[in-house]
């Protein structure tokens, strides 16, 4: 014969809460406002992420987005539970049922991780990428992935829709003609605050973005990256005078000769330091290497500056800036 749930010591009904997984006691709490009452204690122990899988063009249904979630919890051995999701006009209806900002009370130590895979263009997977944001959760990784060319005006919007996530990796290709075609400076009306921030195909990026959008990050990873020498002076003058980067790699066209490159560094009070080159693990794939000391003005924060020529091409020069006290950023 069934019990009532409220039949049972408090003790007993808070045990078995506090037994529950996400999915379980969310559920519960659906079932009145009682229940919704009695299940925010018991949700406070959760600590845990959501992550979310987010893929459309597939080979096996290349009109068919469709978004997994599993939930993973540091607090409570309970196994990964994948759920896959329907997709109805880019809504998410049954996304809500679990994520929904009205429950954040019964779920304030959640966080979320997005994969965003995407054989067609951006566009199709946006709509959803800003209502996750919208959400009122912690964003841990986000990796947003297209292989087709996009509008770039829509590379901006998902980097800005994510500008408070903790780690962004974005492997999306803007146009071929986007130097003609597109201003990337407009756009982006606010710095981004990611703690780690990857950009791949970033031909787009200039010293002004690094100066003044990525200013407030800490790591920051370009790749496929074609700065000019004389911007590289720019991003490090700037540097000198205030930034929160401590790790930055990207690659840069040689101007000059080393002893060229030399002369601009120690005009910035830039010091020549060998062992430098020690700490990149990667160091050993290129040659001719340089290291350099430099000293942020108004902080104790020194980093580490060291350029590498590839053996491929000599002109093309391999740049990393680490925190001098952080080698493990690499």
Known sequence: MPVAFTRFPDLVQKEILDLMNCYDLFSFSET??????MSQQSAKLHEGN?????????????????LDLTYLSTSHSVPELPIRLEFKDSK??????????????????????????CHAPLESAFLALEQLTQLDYLMEECVINSVSDND?????????SLKKAKNLRLRVHPT?????????????????ENEKLEIYSSKWVSAWHVINVFNSCRDVNLSDSYFEESEVIEILKSWKIGSSIQYLRLEFVRAGSNEDFKAKMLEINAEPVPEAGNEDPNIQNFFASSSWSLHQDNSDVE???????????RDHVGFVMINKLQPENL
Not at 32 to 37: D, V
Not at 152 to 160: A, D, G, H, K
Not at 176 to 192: H, I
């Open 303 to 313: 980093v580490w500056i060291t350029i590498s020529s590839y053996p491929q091409n």
């Open 32 to 37: 009145s406002k009682r229940s919704r009452s």
């Open 176 to 192: 071929n003609d986007f130097k003609e075609s597109f201003d990337f400076k407009t756009p982006f009306t606010e710095s981004l």
């Open 92 to 117: 998410f209806e049954h996304l809500e049922k679990y994520l929904n900002v009205r429950h954040c009370s019964l779920f304030v130590n959640m966080s979320i991780s997005m994969d965003f895979y």
């Open 152 to 160: 770039n005006e829509l590379i901006v919007r998902t980097l800005l």
């Open 50 to 66: 959501m992550k979310i899988l987010y893929a459309t063009g597939r080979e096996t249904s290349p009109d068919s987005p469709y």
